[in-house]
């Protein structure tokens, strides 16, 4: 009977002094029945709004696999390049699918999955001006989405000369390339190819920097992690991702790891 007290009592003091496990992201997301996407919808062929009005693009067919396989649907929420991190570290968002470049200072504040797309930091300009390197640059008002791996490469590189001109989007830094409010713009390779096409004076002129690209997420949730980078594996195991890549991006890209 004494053993049986202290039995209880042992229990009942650590269930005082350790406090409950926290439930992870994934269950909470499971649960609720819906997975809060941060994507970028004015970042073609990334993320755009189709002729219904409704959110496309490379990452929306990302995010819609991921919710697909998750069980749950999917809440597309308009994010800027700024916004991206506040808004997963405030709990608004579970998931970041935003051409959302891997790098080492960003991995202090979130975590990144594998990842599921490399494209390319490119400087996009008149055709007929051609541009050869950074340094040719020197003089020029360039466009850049603010807080993006654009602006971040830019002014790293600091070129002395350049007059870098900030704006809050990609749509926004695309318009202010074809009013001509800037000389050019450094930007995705994926987006200088839609800028080509949509105004054939413009061209792709020179790569500045490679841009691996991952899912952004909370620290210090692994079960979320681990299933995210296993869905990134069965979706190119299965090809549904490389389907995606040459449906919106016209080539098949080889993904690291890490």
Known sequence: M???????????????????????????????????????????????????????????????????????????????????????????????????????????????????????QVYVGPADQPITKIEDLAGKKIGVTRASTNDIVMTKKAVEGVQLQRYDDDASTSQALFAGQVEGIVTSGALARAVEEHNSALKKQFIVAQAPMGIGLRRNDPDLLHWLNTELFMLQSTGELQALQKKWMGVEVDLPRF
């Open 2 to 120: 004494l053993l049986k007290k202290l039995a209880i009592g042992l229990a009942a003091m650590l269930a005082i002094v350790l406090p409950a496990k926290a439930e992870s992201a994934l269950d909470t997301i499971v649960q609720r029945g819906t997975i809060n996407v941060g994507v970028g919808l004015g970042t073609p062929p990334y993320g755009l709004m189709d002729a219904s009005m409704q959110p496309d693009g490379y990452d929306v067919s990302v995010a819609k696999l991921i919710a697909r396989d998750l069980g749950v649907k999917a809440n597309i929420v308009d994010t800027t390049a700024a916004n991206r991190i506040p808004n997963l570290t405030s709990g608004k968002l579970d998931i970041v699918i935003y051409s959302f470049s891997i790098t080492a200072e960003r991995a202090k504040a979130i975590a990144f999955t594998n990842t599921y797309y490399v494209d390319q």
